[in-house]
T-cell receptor, first 113, second 116 residues
Framework: AQSVTQLGSHVSVSEGALVLLRCNYS??????LFWYVQYPNQGLQLLLK??????LVKGINGFEAEFKKSETSFHLTKPSAHMSDAAEYFC???????????FGQGTRLTINP | DGGITQSPKYLFRKEGQNVTLSCEQN?????MYWYRQDPGQGLRLIYY???????QKGDIAEGYSVSREKKESFPLTVTSAQKNPTAFYLC???????????????FGPGTRLTVL
């Protein structure tokens, strides 16, 4: 069985500050890990994903995430927040070759001017 | 442009009525999914289909039904047996995992269903 925990349902940062959204997962098999972003009343857009290989993954809009197996974590970061980053972010996990994604509860990111 | 379309964007239903949500994709993906999203609960899987004429229940299938008669289409029916159907419904599709090794799911824009 797999599960995802996103620490903090709501994160608030100032424009230009570091963004850090935390995700820890549980998986009995090597995981595939994903971050999605959702703007109000819209679908989910893929930010980045980890499957195999390099543990530091770069995505769209300046976001990146690092897979740390020893810590079972896949935290999302961005060096400098922009007002347009305000949205809800979801971490998800699947097993290699499996079809089912398991999502975290989501973290709402607010950017203060 | 390739993508996933869902219709309608907003849907209102009276209690006791069945309603069908449309999902169409032109990405040539084999697998399609339906999720329900409620505030503070993330996304929960309702049904998924890996191939035409076959589908499996997800975690919260009670009160819902689906069909997969065409590769491009995966409609979801919310029946009167679903006791709390007001939610945001998201459809997704992906290539079949073992062939691509990635399992990336791509999402439609969603349908917001409100029961009056």
């Amino acid at each position: 069985a797999q599960s995802v925990t996103q620490l903090g349902s709501h994160v608030s940062v100032s424009e230009g500050a570091l963004v850090l959204l935390r995700c820890n997962y549980s998986s009995s098999v090597p995981p595939y890990l994903f971050w999605y972003v959702q703007y109000p009343n819209q679908g989910l857009q893929l930010l980045l994903k980890y499957t195999t290989g390099a543990t530091l993954v770069k995505g769209i809009n300046g976001f990146e995430a690092e897979f740390k197996k020893s810590e079972t974590s896949f935290h999302l970061t961005k060096p400098s927040a922009h007002m347009s980053d305000a949205a809800e972010y979801f971490c998800a996990v699947s097993a290699q070759g499996a079809q089912k994604l398991v999502f975290g509860q989501g973290t709402r990111l607010t950017i203060n001017p | 442009d390739g993508g996933i379309t869902q219709s309608p964007k907003y849907l209102f239903r009276k209690e006791g009525q069945n309603v069908t949500l449309s999902c169409e994709q032109n990405l040539n993906h084999d697998a399609m999914y339906w999720y329900r999203q409620d505030p503070g609960q993330g996304l929960r899987l309702i049904y998924y289909s890996q191939i035409v004429n076959d589908f499996q229940k997800g975690d919260i299938a009670e009160g819902y039904s689906v069909s997969r008669e065409k590769k491009e289409s995966f409609p979801l029916t919310v029946t009167s047996a679903q006791k709390n159907p007001t939610a945001f419904y998201l459809c997704a599709s992906s290539e079949v995992g073992p062939r691509t090794g990635t399992d990336t799911q791509y999402f439609g824009p969603g349908t917001r269903l409100t029961v009056l």
